[in-house]
């Protein structure tokens, strides 16, 4: 009943181009954004940032960037976890290498090193496609994950092989290591989320996320209208591995602190990605957001209930956790084959009717 | 009144100017394997005309459209566009050049809106870099607010204005083709070529895109060559008339001329082997 475009007039196309063209979105949107920022960090403790969200942002921000490839520009990725693992490794080299300068800019760069490498394994995807294509990437996946654990430069010539995060500091705050406050972390990654669903939002609304689609829905039709098929794959390889590259420094440096490339940043990683981005809908910067945030909140969820209300053995709740997680996505899977972000648009369409139901 | 077709330019009776040539193909053949497509057909193109090429099944006429839009590269012959020869390209680049092009079977981007489709066909004229589109700052969206105007006014000409933020893939076929149209003319091209715009449409639906296609001529000045099998459509619209049969050109000229060409006749009627 109040969820409608009626009375909301465009008058300039600026208007018309707008993220949220109703009101109520955009209203919802700043209320989201003022508590993210005003209200939560206050109220945060460790057990919500470690387990909700510092993995919820920072998933987030891989699912956007395997979005953006996947999703977008139609080219399968299965090396999500091997370009984390550069974009880590970079941050873990920048942060000893120079530790005066500010961590912020340590990440960027790690996200553009992980640009460079992103767009180097995604060269293959001029000459091939689909299934053929992820087990290229599977290819950079292993090789990447083999590289970080046999050349010791990476890690500094560790004894454990392991590589651990300094403490480094944000304008007098610390941000990484161990003495890191829990409202700390968790501005960081939300700082790093916001700016780069930003960036993402603005690329795939603007001629770049048209020529991705274009490659995605019809490549030879896209080339003839005048789509550059190596400039469209190559930038969307570099601007989805540079996204990457920045969740996996995060991920390193912010949230665990120390990270190994086979254990942190293995197969299992680029799937839990793939599968965010499945769950949460193709080609759709919300469900980047929902994807991410079903596959990290559900098995939290789901220990709470089991272990927390219903008192069951620790043991036997994690495996039912696994096949409830599971089974769960074969549902949504057969629900809704384009994701949560379809099933939202589809509430969105049947509330601006509501309550009639034409 | 007699008019002189081998002048620089020269005035239709319905009071069109046709300029000089802009699109010369000389001695084009392309084969594919042992296959011959196409045979040694030399034809041009002139400023402002529309332009049919017709023939039977696998006469080679989307063959022909497509070493013009670079998509195959012809064995032998030259392709001569405004006064110089093409240097072998890729299809993205001839695009560059001002050609534009609709497909036999719809080619459009499925999983978009029809307004991003059509300003997707303006892609040549946006060239803000990924940075700035990335910050959606300056000339990003300047360039966007412009193009979108621009792409208003083929949206309000080809009459698809109820459809434009809808889903390409949930429209009906004959809105489809038309959405193609209003990509390819978009980009404003200097010649825009059509594979059979008419093709598995009903009468009205043939009208509507007749009355566009001579319009779009009238109204911008676009050169047209088309590919259609509708002969009452083709013999009504064209200024002149290629026509193929087997890979080889059997005839050119006006519609009249064609219409009562020898060669033509037997190849659409056949002819008694005695």
């Known amino acids: 009943m109040f969820y409608r475009e009626a009375g909301d007039f465009k008058t300039s196309y600026r208007d018309d181009n707008q993220t949220f063209p109703i009101r109520l979105d955009r209203a919802g949107y700043w209320i989201a954004l003022f508590v993210a920022f005003c209200v939560i960090p206050f109220f945060v403790n460790d057990y919500w940032v470690n387990s909700i969200f510092a993995p919820f942002f920072i998933y987030a921000i891989a699912a956007l960037g395997l979005n953006i490839l996947t999703g977008y520009a139609g080219q399968v990725s299965l090396g999500t976890g091997g370009f984390m693992a550069v974009g880590a490794y970079a941050c873990y080299k920048l942060m000893v290498a120079f530790p005066d300068i500010n961590i912020v800019f340590h990440v960027l760069i790690a996200g553009g090193i992980t640009a460079a490498v992103g767009v180097a394994f995604g060269l293959p995807s001029l000459r091939i496609k689909g299934f053929y294509l992820a087990v290229a990437t599977l290819a950079a996946q292993f090789f990447l994950v083999w590289l970080f654990n046999k050349v010791a430069w990476f890690y500094n010539y560790s004894a454990s092989g392991q590589i651990n995060a300094p403490e480094r500091s944000v304008f007098g705050i610390v941000v990484t290591g161990p003495n890191t406050e829990a409202w700390a972390k968790y501005m960081i990654c939300l700082v790093f989320l916001v700016g780069v669903a930003w960036m993402a939002r603005n690329l795939t609304r603007g001629m770049t996320g048209r020529k991705w689609m274009g490659i995605r829905d019809m490549d030879i039709a896209a080339e003839i209208i005048g789509v550059n098929p190596l400039m469209a794959k190559m930038s969307a390889f570099a601007v989805s591995s540079f996204f990457v590259g920045i969740a996996g420094a995060l991920f390193f440096a912010v949230y665990l602190g120390a990270a190994e490339a086979g254990e942190s940043f293995g197969i299992t990683k680029s799937f839990l990605v793939l599968f965010m981005v499945i769950i949460g809908g193709l080609g759709s910067i919300f469900g980047s957001f929902a994807g991410a945030a079903f596959m990290v909140l559900m098995p939290v969820l789901l220990k709470n209930v089991l272990v927390g209300t219903m008192g069951w053995p620790t043991e036997i709740a994690a495996e039912l956790e696994f096949i409830i997680v599971g089974g769960l996505i074969v549902i949504f899977l057969i629900l809704e084959p384009h994701g949560l972000a379809q099933l939202w648009r589809l509430t969105k369409e049947k509330l601006r009717l509501w309550p009639f139901p034409h | ?274």
Not at chain 2, 167 to 192: D, F, I, N, T
Not at chain 2, 256 to 265: C, L, P, S
């Open chain 2, 1 to 274: 009144m007699t008019t002189d077709m081998n002048a620089d330019s020269y005035v239709t009776e319905d009071g069109r100017t046709i300029g000089p040539v802009v699109m010369d193909l000389k001695n084009i053949t392309l084969r594919f394997g042992g296959v011959v497509a196409i045979k040694d057909i030399s034809f041009d193109i002139r400023e402002g005309e529309i332009r049919a090429i017709i023939g039977p099944n696998g006469a080679g006429k989307s063959s022909m459209l497509n070493v013009i839009s670079g998509f195959y590269k012809p064995q032998e012959g030259e392709v001569w566009f405004r006064g110089s020869k093409r240097p072998p390209m890729r299809p993205y680049q001839v695009a560059r050049q001002g050609l534009a092009r609709t497909f036999q079977n719809i080619a459009l981007f499925e999983g978009m809106t029809v307004l991003d489709n059509i300003m997707t066909g303006r892609l040549n004229k946006m060239n803000a870099n990924l940075f700035q589109q990335a910050i959606w700052k300056g000339k990003a969206e300047r360039e966007e607010l412009e193009n979108r105007e621009a792409c208003e006014k083929v949206i309000d000409f080809l009459e698809i204005q109820h459809i434009r933020k809808t889903p390409v893939g949930r429209l009906p076929y004959g809105l489809k083709k038309r959405v193609e149209l209003a990509r390819a003319l978009a980009a404003e091209p200097s010649l825009l070529l059509l594979d059979e715009p008419m093709a598995g449409m009903n009468v009205e639906e043939k009208e509507d895109m007749s009355r566009f296609i001579l319009d779009m001529n009238d109204e911008f000045g676009t050169t047209i060559a088309l590919i259609e099998h509708d002969m009452g459509v083709v013999m009504d619209l064209s200024d002149r008339v290629v026509v193929m049969d087997y890979g080889k050109k059997i005839g050119d000229g006006t519609p009249d001329e064609v219409r009562n060409n020898q060669d033509v006749i037997d190849a659409y009627l056949g002819v008694s082997h005695d």
